[in-house]
């Protein structure tokens, strides 16, 4: 009697010890960029094109430019949190009076329906 209660113990800790309810974590939420550095003129127009993903859904993506001194967010997003991928296009009006010979990053952070954040991707937009 001793054996067969040590043995359904030995059986209820082998399966408890095999049972995960842990579910894997999906990838964090991705941006990719691919245009590289921008060369524009004060007055002009940039045209920024993302494609935002997450495993769970979007949320928003936060978009802000580095002072130098910090970053000020310029807008904030929101997506469809049912969407794992979009294509996002974002312009930019560089003002007439913008200093030439000099730049600014614009950062992009994408936060996904678990509102897990993206690693930031920032783009360099030289003014000459």
Do not use: H, W
């Amino acid at each position: 009697m001793k054996l067969k209660s040590l043995l359904l113990l030995l059986l209820i800790v082998v399966f408890a010890a095999c049972k995960s309810d842990d579910e894997p974590e999906p990838d964090p939420p991705v941006i990719t960029y691919t245009g590289g550095t921008i060369n524009t003129t004060p007055g002009s127009t940039i045209s920024i094109s993302l494609v935002l993903s997450s495993g769970v859904g979007l949320k928003t993506l936060e978009i802000s430019q580095d002072t130098g001194s910090g970053a000020v967010l310029l807008d904030e997003a929101a997506l469809d949190q049912t969407a794992m991928q979009l294509n996002f296009d974002s312009n930019f009006d560089i003002p007439a009076n913008f200093p030439t010979g000099t730049s600014l990053t614009i950062i992009f952070v994408l936060v996904d329906a678990s509102d897990r954040r993206s690693e930031a991707v920032n783009v360099t937009v030289n003014v000459n």
